[in-house]
């Protein structure tokens, strides 16, 4: 490792010890403010419940747990924004939160609105109260009327995490693996997967495990697959793509190339690029992906690595791509 390389890593890391912690996973049932709207996100959590706020590394379990939660989106929202996200009686709350065993829970998504289950998968340092809010205000601010399901795998929710949730990455394989299966057995809807930064990994290697067991009905009731800010080696993502095969859909991937968190992540590798910063010139273009390219509209917000759900424009092209392109279709961008 060259001293620049080493320089950069050792900055990376100090900066990502000074970014504070955040606890694992945490339910606070309130309305929400008077006239608020209600999203409702199906949620299988691999993450436990816990109040504290302590960083804690406890042993992953595989046993996944469901839920229908109701999040209350407060009338003064603006797109793109999460508001009051750390207040559990202002802003976005969980209105409603009921558990559910796993045969419920399939069937509640089977008969849930539409002909296609949106399944969002969150990234790196996310716990699931906040990929719920996240998904939520996705789901309200891009109009989804389809079905909208959570996989929320074993983030340590800290930004000091990142070595662990790139290991929790490959814990959850199978465990995504296993939910896609129950989905695709119980339902005719299609399915569409939108995923993000560690994320994506975690799909492309889910569906590469799929593939590898071939798997073929699930893999064929994957639609339309999104990547967002992918935080993917190019090599590996090459590799992924050829092992899962042909698809009738393209891998939509939207970049952004100044993503500092990825720019983070590419230093504690050694520097390499991530898919998620490559520009649509780039050479994973022929491996049947869509590159939407969003530099322009990126800004210091989530460290540019949520520009296409949090940038206003960003949003508004994305509507606009998806009406025109047929990706309205797909669930992903509805009126």
């Not at 939207?254 to 500092?260: A, E, H, P, R, V």
Request: proline content about 4%.
């Amino acid at each position: 490792m060259t001293r620049r390389v080493l320089r950069g890593v050792l900055a990376a890391a100090s900066l990502v010890s000074l970014l504070g912690c955040a606890h694992p996973y945490s339910i606070t049932v309130s309305p929400g403010e008077p006239g608020s709207t209600t999203q409702t996100v199906f949620v299988a959590t691999q993450q436990r419940v816990s109040n504290s706020k302590e960083e804690e590394y406890a042993d992953r379990i595989a046993a996944l747990h469901y839920a229908q939660v109701d999040v209350a989106i407060p009338p003064d929202h603006k797109v793109g924004r999460i508001e009051n996200i750390y207040d559990p009686t202002r802003g976005f709350t969980m209105a409603s939160y009921q558990a559910q065993a796993h045969d419920g829970f399939v069937n509640a998504l089977a008969a849930g609105p539409g002909d296609e289950i949106v399944i969002y998968v969150h990234g790196y340092n996310t716990t699931t109260t906040e990929a719920m809010f996240r998904f939520a205000q996705m789901g309200h601010d891009f109009a989804f009327n389809n079905t909208q399901a959570l996989f929320s795998w074993d983030s340590a929710g800290v930004p000091a995490g990142y070595v662990y949730d790139r290991d929790s990455v490959l814990f959850a394989r199978d465990d995504f693996a296993d939910f896609l299966t129950a989905i695709s057995r119980a339902s005719d809807k299609s399915i569409t997967i939108v995923a993000h930064s560690l994320g994506a990994h975690l799909t492309m290697e889910t569906m590469r495990q799929l593939s590898i067991a071939q798997n073929t009905r699930v893999l064929g009731d994957i639609g339309t697959v999104v990547l967002l800010s992918p935080d993917i080696d190019p090599d590996i993502f090459r590799r992924q793509v050829g092992v899962i095969g042909d698809r009738d859909n393209p891998y939509v991937i939207l970049t952004n190339s100044s993503d500092q968190a990825l720019a983070l992540s590419s230093l504690l590798i050694g520097g390499r690029s991530k898919v998620g910063q490559l520009g649509v010139s780039d050479d994973i273009a022929e491996l049947g992906t869509v590159i939407i390219d969003l530099t322009s509209m990126s800004s210091l917000a989530h460290m540019g690595h949520m520009v296409a759900a949090s940038s206003p424009s960003a949003i508004s092209l994305l509507r606009q791509l998806g009406e025109a392109s047929g990706l309205a279709e797909s669930g992903l961008v509805l009126d």
